[in-house]
């Protein structure tokens, strides 16, 4: 793409290289015929001229090297420096003909209208990392010169303090991350909310929507207590309401803008939309999750009796209430208050009451943070902390979703939390009931464990089967490592490239900066091996696709243009191309310095996309050149994902330790069906426990294992399907790698299918005498 400017409706959920999370999901809705403003992007590449014609890219990455990562002052100092170098700098005139023309459009001259505009960031609503609340937005922008005002805001907020403090803290290089902007027409709400179409406290299968008066900032920002209703998505019948009393709700200002206004005394505690609407919306999000395929988190309101949507992505952290709270023991004059639990977890710590007029640097290492709302830029405060709790807020307000995907334990809308505790007390939170207790306390599975033995917080099942996790970034290894799993059965590298190099990697070879390649990827290795040593790492060499290495920063220059990339030039074809086998090389070196001299020998290398024997045995060839050989300390796997894997195993058996079947692309080549078509997925025909699927899966297992090797599995189809699970187990897998948040349910449903088989076989052995 190489548009500056593109109307919302050309747009769909793959062009987040372009106009980021928002921009992309808000196509991807009005394609599919959902309710949402119109609206136009300015895309990266608008940004990118911006940085060209005021070249100010090289002053912003100095700024950037001078952060003291120790000091939280040091971070704002930087930011605000890098916002002003954007504000000294006038857009180019012919993008901003461009910008009022498309302005145009959404608002004709002469006509009165408010437009919303807000920053979409690249790195922004993945299914990884939902970067809330880290740029900028603003509303109700009232006419040509006030927007392009906003827009360069908007700019230069992906330099906001607390958005450097979360790409740092997620893994993301600060290079790789660019800024699209999204002008959509206000709508101007009556009411407003956020709809989750699973809980994101606990995971159960409910539609929870918060709902409260006026604009959606407020309940967004935390400022306000929300209404909360369930619903029941298989029954769509509502199941649970939480009316809160809200005292005033944000509008239009006079002159844009927005501005606080009281609501009604007759209206403050009132259930802010009737029953039918509730369902009406839980409808539209049964429907937006349909279109998805998975779980989605939405922003809704309503004007004139019509709702819209306004923004979507996927939940990036879903919480597991069970087994992880105070039990019904605590005497009930240790409860200092409560509130709604929104992020699982218990933690004890020292209060530190903050508000915005303080230092960030005041909280400190193990402090619990107690104010009234938490804001963005809040984030580096809230990763020291061990503990959230705020006087506002529902179950989608900042400071709930920062804390799910910190992992840290957050009680939100106490009401009082900032008057009741005082800076020094020692309290214990619990996230998940929304208790607050005063002093120290144990947990009873804690207490207990000291007279049995026993130290599980959790009942987790042992199994036969190895049970693994898939992993894409180093900064979560040391979190998903406490995880009583076998090791890590899919390591993703090409999130390393993306995380710690930022660009191409044959641009980073032609420019000189070899060691440097070869130095960051191995940090990135050898910190997830770290944390899982010395249980296995099974690290899947680079299978990014021609379409996504052109994405990255100097792609273009070597990466050709494919009709069809998902089974075009990738994985092990790739590696041997004269195009591309230094880069590979490198990728090998980086494997070996992280196994030897960062002394990471945990870490097994597995092949993608292996297609001919030609290509293994060349690869084999190149690995040993840099010494990396099979041996009783190094396995080489291949994935399984091809048919020729399946028909061909007794060959591939030869020159392998191992298989994990790649289930999506063994699926989808299979059966002739490309699993990212909406069309043939809403139709059924993409699913794992297709028979064909199944025969070849079963096939695979056989004749390795007559072989001696292993066969595992790293597909997301035994997190969905429990009878996939069972037949995974019947037919004799060893291993079943897992997402970090299907783990422990997985486990289960893989102890159930172990027990199942095994009271089938003995009944077996008993009909036979």
């Given at each position: 793409m190489d548009k500056k400017i593109v109307d919302v409706n050309e747009?769909?959920?793959?062009?987040?290289?372009y106009v980021g999370g928002k921009g992309a999901n808000l196509g991807e809705l009005t394609s599919a015929g959902f309710p949402v403003p119109g609206a136009f992007v300015l895309t990266?590449?608008?940004?990118?001229?911006?940085?060209?014609?005021?070249?100010?890219?090289?002053?912003?990455?100095?700024?950037?090297?001078?952060?003291?990562?120790?000091?939280?002052?040091?971070?704002?100092?930087?930011?605000?420096?890098?916002?002003?170098?954007?504000?000294?700098?006038?857009?180019?005139e012919d993008l901003k003909k461009e910008i009022i023309s498309s302005y145009r459009i959404v608002v004709p001259k002469g006509k009165t209208g408010f437009v919303a505009v807000r920053s979409s960031a690249t790195a922004e609503d993945l299914p990884d990392a939902s970067f809330a609340g880290q740029q900028e937005t603003f509303l109700n922008v009232k006419d040509e010169n006030d927007l392009i005002d906003k827009i360069r805001k908007c700019w230069s907020s992906l330099f906001t303090a607390r958005a450097i403090s979360y790409r740092e803290k997620q893994g993301f290089a600060h290079s790789v991350v660019k800024l699209a902007v999204v002008v959509q027409k206000m709508v101007n709400?009556?009411?407003?909310?956020?709809?989750?179409?699973?809980?994101?406290?606990?995971?159960?299968?409910?539609?929870?929507?918060?709902?409260?008066?006026?604009?959606?900032?407020?309940?967004?920002?935390?400022?306000?207590?929300?209404?909360?209703?369930?619903?029941?998505?298989?029954?769509?019948?509502?199941?649970?309401?939480?009316?809160?009393?809200?005292?005033?709700?944000?509008?239009?200002?006079?002159?844009?803008?927005?501005?606080?206004?009281?609501?009604?005394?007759?209206?403050?505690?009132?259930?802010?939309?009737e029953d039918r609407r509730i369902l009406e919306i839980a409808e539209i999000g049964r429907q937006v999750e349909i279109h998805y395929q998975r779980p989605m988190d939405m922003e809704w309101c309503i004007e004139g009796g019509k709702v819209y949507l306004v923004q979507a992505r996927?939940?990036?952290?879903?919480?597991?209430?069970?087994?992880?709270?105070?039990?019904?023991d605590v005497s009930g004059e240790s409860i200092l208050l409560s509130g709604l639990g929104a992020s699982p977890g218990f933690a004890t710590g020292t209060v530190k009451i903050y508000d915005e007029k303080m230092s960030l640097d005041v909280v400190k290492d193990g402090d619990i943070l107690v104010t009234k709302m938490t804001m963005p830029d809040m984030v580096p405060a809230m990763s020291?902390?061990?503990?959230?709790?705020?006087?506002?807020?529902?179950?989608?307000?900042h400071a709930a979703i920062i804390s799910r995907e910190l992992g840290t334990p957050c009680v939100v809308g106490t009401g009082s939390a900032t008057n009741v505790l005082k800076d020094g007390d020692v309290i214990t939170v619990d996230g998940t009931t929304g208790t607050i207790y005063k002093g120290e306390i144990k947990k009873k599975q804690e207490t207990e464990s000291h007279a049995t033995g026993t130290v599980s917080a959790e009942f987790i099942p042992i199994t036969g089967t190895k049970v693994m996790v898939n992993m894409s970034m180093p900064a979560k290894a040391d979190e998903v490592a406490k995880l009583p799993c076998d090791g890590v059965g899919l390591m993703r590298s090409e999130f390393l490239f993306t995380n710690y190099i930022g660009e191409h990697p044959c641009a980073v070879i032609d420019d000189g900066r070899t060691d440097q390649l070869i130095d960051k990827l191995s940090d990135g290795i050898a910190k997830t091996a770290r944390a899982f040593y010395p249980r296995p790492v099974i690290l899947r060499t680079s299978d990014f696709k021609t379409n996504e290495y052109r994405d990255m920063k100097g792609g273009a220059d070597y990466e050709p243009n494919e009709e069809n990339p998902m089974i075009g030039w990738r994985g092990c074809s790739r590696y041997i191309s004269k195009n591309y086998r230094d880069a590979f090389i490198c990728e090998l070196r980086a494997i070996k310095k992280?196994?030897?001299?960062?002394?990471?020998?945990?870490?097994?290398?597995?092949?993608?996309?292996?297609?001919?024997?030609?290509?293994?045995?060349?690869?084999?060839?190149?690995?040993?050149?840099?010494?990396?050989?099979?041996?009783?300390?190094?396995k080489l796997y291949f994935m399984a994902e091809i048919p020729v894997n399946i028909f061909m195993a007794e060959e591939f058996c030869k020159y392998c330790d191992a298989f994990s079947i790649g289930s999506n692309d063994l699926t989808q080549l299979i059966l002739g069906c490309d699993r990212d078509s909406d069309i043939l997925g809403r139709m059924g025909?993409?699913?794992?426990?297709?028979?064909?699927?199944?025969?070849?899966?079963?096939?695979?297992i056989k004749v390795a294992h007559k072989n001696g090797k292993t066969v595992g599995i790293c597909g997301q189809g035994p997190s969905v399907y429990p009878e996939l699970v069972e037949f995974l187990v019947e037919e004799g897998i060893d291993s079943i790698s897992l997402n970090p948040d299907t783990f422990v349910k997985t486990k289960r449903n893989i102890a159930s299918a172990e027990q199942r088989i095994l009271l089938k076989t003995l009944r077996e052995m008993d009909s036979k005498k």
């Open positions: 747009l769909r959920v793959d062009d987040i290289p990266t590449v608008a940004y990118d001229y911006f940085l060209e014609k005021s070249k100010i890219m090289g002053k912003i990455e100095k700024e950037l090297k001078s952060i003291d990562k120790s000091s939280d002052q040091s971070l704002a100092d930087a930011s605000k420096r890098i916002r002003a170098l954007f504000e000294a700098h006038e857009i180019p709400s009556e009411v407003s909310g956020i709809m989750f179409t699973v809980d994101p406290h606990s995971g159960a299968k409910n539609i929870i929507i918060e709902a409260g008066y006026g604009l959606g900032e407020a309940i967004v920002g935390g400022e306000v207590t929300p209404d909360t209703y369930d619903v029941d998505k298989s029954k769509m019948a509502i199941t649970k309401k939480r009316i809160s009393t809200q005292k005033w709700r944000y509008i239009r200002g006079p002159d844009g803008g927005n501005v606080k206004e009281d609501v009604p005394a007759s209206d403050e505690k009132k259930q802010k939309i996927p939940i990036t952290a879903v919480g597991n209430s069970g087994g992880n709270s105070v039990k019904d020291r902390s061990v503990a959230i709790v705020t006087d506002e807020g529902g179950m989608t307000c992280a196994r030897d001299e960062l002394g990471m020998k945990n870490i097994f290398v597995m092949l993608p996309f292996v297609r001919t024997i030609f290509e293994v045995e060349e690869i084999v060839g190149m690995m040993e050149s840099v010494g990396l050989k099979r041996g009783p300390d190094f025909y993409f699913d794992e426990r297709n028979p064909g699927v199944k025969a070849a899966i079963s096939h695979l």
